[in-house]
């Protein structure tokens, strides 16, 4: 069993992704924002935690994330605001990347989406625009820190069923990229127990290969 922390834990891919760690006997705490929150998290099985990345140092993450083995981001300002959105996706995304750091949690899940890049290419008047740029930067961020991370890259979400079948690194995206959440929350789960997928960046969308089979050459 291990010590997974996922932050962002209310949102549909951390609550999906804490019933699959947890069926699997892994001892997950999710933070949350609202207190409101925790009877949704602990239905899952994960122990709710109530912190305000946005609003807390680098010490007080650590100190959140100590005796993790792993942490996965899973939150976001859910867009709108480009100054919540640089203030959650890039600030405090990067502050519990250094937090994981000090406290020794070395695996690290980002989760981002298909197309992040800093010629991500979305016009600066697009409402899209800040949050490119947050995860852009918070994903480069991530590559050049030591921990053993990984970033996933799912395309367009969608509230689809979790069939665990994808395509892994699309070069043909012109029949969509549609990915459900559910999918979403089985390839993290999957890579947090592939440590080989450390230092990759993963991206995909629902496919035909089984997950097995999809992330057998990332292994």
Not at 185 to 195: F, K, M
């Amino acid at each position: 069993m291990t010590r997974i922390a996922i932050i962002g834990g209310h949102g549909k891919v951390a609550l999906e992704l804490a019933r699959i760690l947890t069926a699997d006997g892994h001892d997950v705490t999710s933070f949350i924002r609202n207190p409101d929150q925790q009877a949704d998290v602990a239905a899952t099985g994960a122990t709710p935690l109530v912190l305000d990345v946005e609003n807390s140092t680098t010490a007080d993450i650590a100190e959140a994330l100590r005796d993790h083995d792993a942490v996965v981001w899973s939150a976001g300002a859910g867009g709108g605001n480009p100054e919540r959105t640089y203030a959650v996706d890039r600030d405090a995304a990067i502050r519990s990347m250094d937090a994981a750091a000090a406290a020794g949690v070395g695996r690290y899940v980002m989760v981002s989406y298909l197309g992040a890049r800093p010629d991500h290419g979305v016009p600066e008047g697009n409402s899209f625009f800040a949050y490119a740029q947050a995860k852009a930067a918070a994903d480069a961020y991530l590559r050049g820190t030591g921990l053993a991370w990984t970033i996933l890259g799912p395309g367009a979400l969608t509230d689809g069923p979790g069939n665990g079948l994808i395509d892994v690194d699309p070069a043909d995206t012109s029949g969509g990229t549609a990915t459900a959440r559910a999918n979403v929350a089985l390839v993290a789960a999957a890579v947090l127990g592939l440590p080989s997928t450390a230092g990759r960046t993963i991206t995909f969308r629902d496919g035909t290969l089984p997950l097995a089979a999809a992330l057998e050459p990332l292994s």
